[in-house]
């Protein structure tokens, strides 16, 4: 009824413009199961080490492309996993604290010197529709701030969703499927000047299983972004 998690990963991070940094990450992780199999109630904490970030090319800032240190994240997540028949439900509220770029005043370049904090919430729904439909999908929400200037984080979009069905056909061996994604609108500079446009793409995907001779054989064929639709 009670699963604890504890671990702590050694993680190195040496980029090519020099910087070369370790550190011990510690993760912990606590699911508890109070009233069965089916439901179960967890919190995760984990933190970790990433590359430093980059000045967008084509950004119009005089230091585009240059590297920065790599920076330390903090992640905590709540949340509750349901399983219901065939279907599966995850709802889940979740906070990043990270290091940010942030433009100079002059407009002109960007600089490490800001803190980020990203809070959403999330709802992801997998496993078997009917007998022959299968379901993987989501949908969440997030708000991404600059602490030190209260302005919306660049690069971070306020919705993003997902909806993605496979159809095990009458041919055996055969599944088609296919999957709609979702991804709102999005700053693009850390002054909150210009923003991106919301957009969508559909995908499709087929899968073949067979056998050659003794050994088992599955084909698997994609089409992304179906419609040739531009987006960011």
């Given at each position: 009824?009670?699963?604890?998690t504890l671990?702590v990963?050694?993680?190195n991070?040496?980029?090519?413009?020099?910087?070369?940094?370790s550190?011990?990450?510690?993760?912990?992780?606590?699911?508890?199961?109070?009233?069965?199999?089916?439901?179960?109630?967890?919190?995760?904490?984990?933190?970790?080490?990433?590359?430093?970030?980059?000045v967008?090319?084509n950004s119009?800032?005089?230091?585009?492309?240059?590297?920065?240190?790599?920076?330390?994240?903090?992640?905590l997540?709540?949340?509750?996993?349901?399983?219901q028949?065939?279907?599966?439900?995850t709802?889940?509220?979740?906070?990043?604290?990270?290091?940010?770029?942030?433009?100079?005043?002059?407009?002109?370049?960007?600089?490490?010197?800001?803190?980020?904090?990203l809070r959403?919430?999330?709802?992801?729904?997998?496993?078997?529709?009917?007998?022959?439909?299968g379901l993987?999908?989501?949908?969440?929400?997030?708000?991404?701030e600059?602490?030190?200037?209260?302005?919306d984080?660049?690069?971070?979009p306020?919705?993003?969703?997902?909806?993605?069905?496979?159809?095990?056909?009458?041919v055996?061996?055969?599944?088609v499927?296919?999957?709609?994604?979702?991804?709102?609108?999005?700053?693009?500079?850390?002054?909150?000047?210009?923003?991106?446009?919301?957009?969508?793409?559909?995908?499709?995907?087929?899968?073949?299983?067979t056998?050659?001779?003794q050994?088992?054989?599955?084909?698997?064929?994609?089409v992304?972004?179906?419609?040739?639709?531009?987006?960011?």
């Amino acid at each position: 009824r009670v699963l604890l998690t504890l671990g702590v990963r050694l993680q190195n991070v040496k980029q090519m413009n020099g910087y070369d940094e370790s550190r011990l990450s510690p993760s912990a992780g606590l699911v508890v199961k109070p009233w069965g199999q089916n439901t179960s109630l967890f919190a995760n904490y984990m933190e970790g080490l990433s590359p430093g970030q980059v000045v967008p090319f084509n950004s119009g800032y005089t230091n585009e492309g240059q590297s920065f240190a790599p920076y330390r994240t903090k992640q905590l997540e709540l949340g509750v996993k349901h399983r219901q028949g065939e279907l599966t439900h995850t709802v889940s509220l979740f906070q990043i604290d990270r290091p940010t770029l942030i433009a100079a005043a002059d407009g002109k370049s960007m600089f490490e010197g800001g803190k980020q904090r990203l809070r959403g919430v999330e709802w992801m729904a997998f496993g078997q529709f009917t007998r022959t439909l299968g379901l993987l999908g989501g949908v969440s929400w997030q708000q991404s701030e600059q602490r030190d200037t209260g302005k919306d984080s660049w690069g971070t979009p306020d919705w993003t969703a997902n909806l993605g069905l496979d159809w095990a056909t009458p041919v055996d061996g055969l599944s088609v499927g296919g999957r709609v994604v979702y991804t709102g609108r999005q700053w693009v500079n850390s002054a909150n000047t210009l923003r991106l446009p919301s957009s969508h793409r559909f995908d499709l995907n087929a899968k073949y299983r067979t056998r050659l001779g003794q050994t088992p054989v599955t084909l698997n064929g994609y089409v992304e972004n179906l419609t040739d639709r531009a987006y960011w």
